[in-house]
Nanobody
Framework: QVQLVESGGGLVQTGASLRLSCAAS????????AAWFRQATGKEREFVAAIKWSGASTYYADSVKGRFTISRDNAKNTVYLQMNSLKPEDTAVYYC??????????????????WGQGTQVTVSS
């Protein structure tokens, strides 16, 4: 399986930008779709963005469209989430996920193959 480690979170003010990174190791020779999820305190985990292994197709939650961009550099085995115009409601632990099936990452409630440990993003007002 693919092992994932997130980094890049922190404490920022409203309107600031952050770039999260998800470094993959293990069976990276196999193609995997990737996604970002987030979970705020007291709330359920929610989908943020997803990307195909090739990077040809991306998907976003309505709440982040126009502000967040998911990308990947397969030569570096890294997936990114560029977050601009951050709002207090973006405060959450952000998790990276990977699965051979893009559909598993897009479908709510499905089990995915690999999860990272999460990185905290806090946006103050």
């Amino acid at each position: 399986q693919v092992q994932l480690v997130e980094s890049g979170g922190g404490l920022v003010q409203t309107g600031a930008s952050l770039r999260l990174s998800c470094a993959a190791s293990g069976r990276t020779f196999s193609p995997y779709a990737a996604a970002w999820f987030r979970q705020a305190t007291g709330k359920e985990r929610e989908f943020v963005a997803a990307i195909k292994w090739s990077g040809a197709s991306t998907y976003y939650a309505d709440s982040v469209k126009g502000r967040f961009t998911i990308s990947r550099d397969n030569a570096k085995n890294t997936v990114y989430l560029q977050m601009n115009s951050l709002k207090p409601e973006d405060t959450a632990v952000y998790y990276c996920a990977a699965d051979p099936s893009l559909g598993h990452l897009l479908q709510k409630g499905t089990e995915v193959a690999s999860w990272g440990q999460g990185t905290q993003v806090t946006v103050s007002s």
